[in-house]
Structures are given as structure tokens and as C-alpha cells.
């Protein structure tokens, strides 16, 4: 006997329905009163014991007043509880497939995909309850076609239920391909009960077709999973179940071993008197045949304790029947053996289980013999080898077609696969291909983008040193101007204010006089300003100070210095440009700065010569002046310290004064 998990045989009864088929039930319209509301029927159905006839009298009117009105909706949901409801008064599964057909006649008008699709799948469980699986299996692919893709789980339940009913119709390919489908979606939602629900079938309909391989290790795999989980009545169920498997191949020893673990796990937490007794009576069997007397004994009595629980093991179970038939046989009462297996067969018989008829006919051919009738025995066994022989050939011929289906499947996935890989391995190569193209094309972009850029950089060094160039040439031809006018002013129109002078002065024209020595002292001013006669004479150390000397006696500015003698460190073109640069430090200092002190420091550092310039005025924002054309002080200072290769530091923030630095490296 190969048995289902209790958590598979629960689902079948929750989702399919196992329905007891009770008297012949109808309803007239003289059962209960037409004048009914929808309304006042489903308080009366809600407030009557589910079990009652009566809730099923109120089910079957509300069935019949939401067809009248159209609430198809509501007919159908009635529907599918009609088929499930416990009620003793609807339990006629003719009735219950009256009903659904009912509500499937109207299933465009319904709107939920979810209500459609279970209209079908209770259908085709009723179908299946009474047998006719041809007909379930057709619902079941109606109850998936009508199922959305929200519907995964039912949709899972459909293909699962009807790999059932091909299992039991003997399409062992159908049923696998169900089975497989089935576990598919449960995986895809996670659902690692259920999918192990379906590979306990799958393992029931590869040991049916006597395909062991596979079967045992399905089960090798359940053994885990449930050990893991500590489903230990799950794990005795494969282990009977794979026992049985072993008997069939005649692995005796193995088949002992696989018993011994599933008993060693009884009893089970809630008891199962049923599934345990069954244990035992196999091993009690197993014993029988292999000479044990006593131990076949001592399971069969543990058995016969739990009997008063499980009554009907005692009276219809072949396994039972046949555990009996062989404590019979061992102790010598062959006769009542033989009686006890004729009931076995019939049992078996009943319940079409090949395994146990086989197993009594077997019986039944040994107590024949052993009562003097070899004629019985003879056509017993031929009877068996018959039967036995014609399940052979029908296992073989499916099996076969199992086998070659793989096959065919196989060699189309291997063609498949060559073709994907050849496919693969062109897509490969021309993305190779294009890569290297891209990087090709890349290369010539960045190596463009670079040789652009490097020009454009040239470009503006070479318009950056022309600046530069022009701006120190400028310098130059501004210096040599001055130096010009400088002497043309001191020798030419100095000379003639000289002359006027003295022969003013020759007139006795005082006034005339005062106005001469003023215009001569500001022509002398201007032309030192445009070249400083000092720097020549003096050096830049004295000139600097004789400047500072000059700014401290005409302004209100109070100045202090640091001069170092700095006589020979510079060429003259770097002094010149220095002492430009400390005017035009002090020419801002006195226009911009609003300062009351300004202090200046020109000494030797280890690079060169720094000039600082500092005050306590209001100070600027550098790069705001910078940027400003109107600025060209800051600007003037840049060139003229950039035409000598030195550098230049400002230091300024608003309200906090300035200081400039100059460096002029050596």
C-alpha cells in the first residue's frame, strides 16, 4: 500500500473534497418557503449548525433565488460551498455536480477569474470522487484555462489534482508532465510544503510504473527535507512507501531495513493508530514469509491492540486480511488460511490495488497446494502470471514511452543547446567584434579629443607667452619712453626754465621768480617720477627709502620700513621693475586702501628678493578686482613681477587691510 503524506491527504480533503455519498437527497419547491428574501435566508443559513439538514435546504434555495434574480456572483460562491458543506442533507455528489453545473452555466456573467476557475475545479473533484476521471481530467484543464495569472496557486492546486487523475488513469507521461508543472509554480511562490506534495506523487507514479531509480531518489531527497524539518510522520511514510519498492525489486534486506525505520519513528505525535498498524503488518508479513514465525506473531498482536482504535483495518483492509491469512498459514490451519486469503483478494479487488492482489493470489495459490488442490493452485497461478504478466507488459510499454520521451527530449535539448551555444559563440564573436570596433572607434575619439585639446593648449601657451611677450615688451618700450621724455624734460625745458629764472632774477622780479622755482621743482619731480634718477645713482635699497622718506613727510601716513642693502643681488632691468612695482603698491595704498600706516620690507630670502607691502586699510576682494578691467593696478603689478619670472601673492579680505608679496627668484 503506498500511502499519501497527512498534510497531502488534508489538502485533498479541504481542496477536492472527499464526499460521502449519502441517500439520494432532493429539494422540491414545497421543501421551504419561496417567499424568502436572499437576505432573510443567509441569517438563517449563518445561524443553524453547519452540519444540520437544514443549512443545506437554505443553501440549495439561496442557490436557486440568486440564479432567478442574476446575482451570478453569489451563485457561484453558493456553489462552490455547496460542494464542500458539511451538511448531511447535500452530501449526494450527483446533486453536488447538479449545483456546479448550475453555476458554470452562467460563468461568463461572473466576474471574479478566481470564482470561475473553482466552479471547474470542485467540478472535476466530484468527477474524481466518483471515478470518472476522464471527466475530471477535462475540468481540471477548463479550471486552468479560466484561472488569471494572480489565480498561481489554484492554477498549481488544477495541474497537481489532475496529474492525480491521470496517475489513475495510467498516463504515467500526462501525470509527470502535470506533476512537474505543478511544482514548478509552488516553487515559483515558495511554497516548499506543496512542493514537496508533489514530489511525494511524483515518487507514488515513477514506483507505480516501476520505475524504482527515480522513485527512490525523490524519496532520498523527502527523507531529508522532512528529517530537517522534523516531520517525522512524513519521513515514516517514505520510508513504508520505499519498503514497499524494495519488496517489489526483491531487496529483502534493504526492504527489513526501511520497515525498522518507519516503526522506529511510531508512535506518532497526534497518533495515527491507522498508518501505524499498517507498519506493523507489514513487518509481521515480511516475517511470515521469511520464516520468523514468532516475530510475525508479535507484530500481528501489537496490531490486534490497536484494532478497537481503527476498527475498519480488521474488516475490509487487504494488508490486514493478508497478515492474518499468513499467521494462519504458519501455524498450519491451511484451510482457514485459504479462507482468510479469498477474503484478501476480494478486498484487494475492491480496492484495485495490484500490489495486494498479487499478494493474495500468490496467498491463496500456497494454501491450495498445501490443502491437496493442485488443480485450484495451477489455475491460481495462472490466473496471477496472467495478471501479472499484462501489468508487466503495460509498465513496460509506459515505461518504454517514459524513456523514449526523455530521450527525444534529451536529444532536443542537447540540439537545442548546440544550436544555442553555436548561437552563443557567433553572438560571442561578434561582440568581440563590435568591442573591439567600439574600442577601435574610442581610441580615435580620445586620441582626436587629446590631439585637440593638446593644440588648443599649445595654442594658449603660445598666446599666454606672445601676452606675456608684448606685455614685457610694452614694459620695456613704456621704460624707455619715460627714460626719453624723463631727459628731454631735465635738459630741455629744465634748461630754459633756468635760463627765464636767471634772467629774472637779473630784473629783480621776485613774484616771477617764485613761480619759476615752483614750475622748475614739479618739472624735476615729474621727470624723476617718469625715471628714477635715484635708482641709478643710489641703488634700489636707497631709492626704496628715500621714496618712503618722500611719502612719510608729504602724507599724514605713518611709515615704517625694513630695507636690507641689496646692492649686486639684482640685475638692473629686476630693480627697476621691483621699484616700479613698490610705487605702484604705494600709488593704490594712497588712493584705495583708506589706511593710517603702511610698513614695507624688502630683504633677501633664501630664492631671491621679496618685496612685501602691507596696510591696515579696508581692504578687497582679489579675484572680485581681478576680474574687474577697471582694476589696473593689480593687473599692471601681474605683468610687471611676470616680465622679471618672479611671483606675486595678495592678501586681502574686506575691512581687514592688504599685504602684497613679490619674489623675484635668483
Known sequence: MIFLSLKMIRLIFNLVGILIVNLPFTLSAQDTSHNNSLSELKILFEAAEPSDSITGVYLTQMINLSEKEGEYDMLADLAIRFFRHPSSSIQSTELQIQMLQRAIAHEEEVSKSEDRGNLHLKLAGA??????????????????????????????????????????????????????????????????????????????????????NEAEKIRNSLISAYTESKSMFDVAIQFYNQAEDYGKQGRVEDQLEALLKADSLAPFDPRDYYFESMIKLSLSNYFGEHGDVSKQQEYFAQVQEMIPQVPEVATTNPVYLNAK????????????????????????????????????????????????????????????????????????????????????????????LTKTQEIETINQNNKAKIRWIFIFVFIIIVVGVLTFLWKNLQHEKKKKQMQSKFSQELLKNQEAERVRISKDLHDGLGQSLLLIKNKVALSKD?????????????????????????????????????????????????????????????????????????????????????????????????????????????????????????????????????????????????????????????
Open 127 to 212: 468527477y474524481f470522487n466518483i471515478e470518472q476521471f476522464d471527466s475530471a481530467i477535462v475540468e481540471y484543464g477548463k479550471a486552468i484555462e479560466r484561472f488569471s495569472s494572480t489565480d498561481s496557486i489554484f492554477i498549481a492546486d488544477s495541474y497537481f489534482f489532475r496529474a492525480q487523475a491521470r496517475d489513475y488513469k495510467g498516463d504515467l507521461l500526462g501525470g509527470m508532465e502535470d506533476y512537474q508543472t505543478a511544482r514548478d509554480i509552488y516553487q515559483s511562490e515558495g511554497d516548499a510544503d506543496y512542493v514537496q506534495f508533489v514530489a511525494g506523487g511524483m515518487a507514488i507514479l515513477f514506483s507505480k510504473f516501476a520505475i524504482y
Open 325 to 416: 491469512a499468513n499467521i494462519e498459514y504458519s501455524q498450519g490451519h491451511y484451510l482457514k488460511a485459504n479462507q482468510m486469503a479469498q477474503e484478501s483478494v476480494q478486498a484487494a479487488q475492491e480496492s484495485k490495488n495490484m500490489d495486494h492482489l498479487i499478494k493474495g493470489y500468490h496467498l491463496l495459490a500456497q494454501t491450495f497446494s498445501k490443502l491437496g488442490q493442485s488443480a485450484k493452485a495451477y489455475e491460481i497461478r495462472k490466473e496471477l502470471t496472467q495478471y501479472t504478466d499484462s501489468i508487466f507488459a503495460a509498465n513496460q510499454a509506459t515505461t518504454f514511452a517514459y524513456y523514449q520521451t526523455l530521450y527525444e527530449t534529451e536529444r532536443k535539448e542537447i540540439e537545442i
Open 510 to 666: 621776485n613774484t616771477t621768480g617764485e613761480l619759476l622755482d615752483t614750475a622748475i621743482s614739479e618739472l624735476r619731480s615729474i621727470a624723476r617720477s617718469l625715471h628714477p634718477m635715484q635708482l641709478e645713482k643710489l641703488g634700489l635699497s636707497r631709492a626704496a627709502e628715500h621714496l618712503l622718506d618722500q611719502i612719510d613727510r608729504e602724507t599724514d601716513i605713518f611709515v615704517s620700513s625694513e630695507i636690507e642693502e641689496l646692492k649686486g643681488v639684482l640685475k638692473k632691468e629686476e630693480e627697476l621693475q621691483l621699484y616700479r612695482i613698490l610705487q605702484e603698491s604705494i600709488n593704490n595704498v594712497l588712493k584705495h586702501s583708506e589706511a593710517s600706516a603702511l610698513r614695507v620690507i624688502f630683504r633677501k630670502i633664501e630664492k631671491g628678493v621679496e618685496l612685501k607691502v602691507e596696510d591696515n586699510g579696508k581692504g578687497f576682494d582679489f579675484s572680485e578686482k581681478l576680474n574687474d578691467f577697471q582694476s589696473l593696478g593689480l593687473k599692471t603689478l601681474k605683468e610687471r613681477i611676470a616680465a622679471i619670472q618672479g611671483s606675486m601673492k595678495v592678501n586681502s579680505e574686506k575691512g581687514t587691510g592688504t599685504s602684497l608679496s613679490f619674489i623675484v627668484y635668483v
